[in-house]
C-alpha cells in the first residue's frame, strides 16, 4: 500500500492500494494531487510503500487519538437499546449489570 503522510505533524493523509514501487511517479501523482487537495506544501509532504496491516494500524491509532472525550464516550457505552434491555433484565432479575456497565465506562474514560 502506498501512502503519503505529513512530515510537520506525523498525520497520515492519504493511502491506496496498487502501484508500482519500482516507478516513483506513482509516489509523485500522490503527492502532488494531495498537496492540491488539501493545500499542504509538496515539502512537508512524504510518500512511500508499506505492508497494507502497518498502514491501516496507523490510521486506526490516528484516528483513536484524535477522538474528543465524548466520542470515545460514545463508542465505549452500549447502544440505547441494548442499556433498556440490560435495565429490563436488571430489575426483573435483581441485578445492577446496567450500573456495572456505567461504571466500567466512566472508569475507563474518565472525565477530562
Same mark, same amino acid.
Given at each position: 500500500?502506498?501512502?503519503?503522510?505529513?512530515?510537520?505533524? /506525523?498525520?497520515?493523509?492519504?493511502? #491506496? +492500494? /496498487?502501484?508500482?514501487? +519500482?516507478? +516513483?511517479?506513482?509516489?509523485? @501523482?500522490?503527492?502532488?494531487?494531495?498537496?492540491?487537495?488539501?493545500? @499542504?506544501?509538496? +515539502?512537508?509532504?512524504?510518500? %512511500?510503500?508499506? %505492508?497494507?496491516?502497518?498502514?491501516?494500524?496507523?490510521?486506526?491509532?490516528?484516528?483513536?487519538? #484524535?477522538?474528543?472525550? /465524548?466520542?470515545?464516550?460514545?463508542?465505549?457505552?452500549?447502544?440505547?437499546?441494548?442499556?433498556?434491555?440490560? @435495565?429490563? =433484565?436488571?430489575?426483573?432479575?435483581?441485578?445492577?449489570? =446496567? #450500573?456495572?456497565?456505567?461504571? !466500567?465506562? !466512566?472508569? %475507563?474514560?474518565?472525565? #477530562?
Amino acid at each position: 500500500m502506498r501512502y503519503v503522510k505529513q512530515k510537520s505533524t /506525523g498525520r497520515y493523509l492519504h493511502a #491506496e +492500494s /496498487g502501484g508500482d514501487p +519500482s516507478k +516513483s511517479e506513482h509516489l509523485q @501523482i500522490m503527492l502532488t494531487d494531495t498537496s492540491r487537495n488539501l493545500g @499542504i506544501d509538496l +515539502s512537508d509532504l512524504e510518500a %512511500d510503500y508499506a %505492508d497494507d496491516a502497518v498502514v491501516l494500524a496507523k490510521y486506526k491509532a490516528q484516528d483513536l487519538a #484524535e477522538r474528543s472525550y /465524548g466520542q470515545h464516550r460514545r463508542q465505549a457505552y452500549l447502544s440505547l437499546k441494548d442499556q433498556l434491555d440490560l @435495565i429490563y =433484565w436488571d430489575k426483573k432479575n435483581g441485578t445492577d449489570n =446496567w #450500573e456495572k456497565h456505567i461504571d !466500567k465506562v !466512566k472508569l %475507563d474514560i474518565p472525565k #477530562e
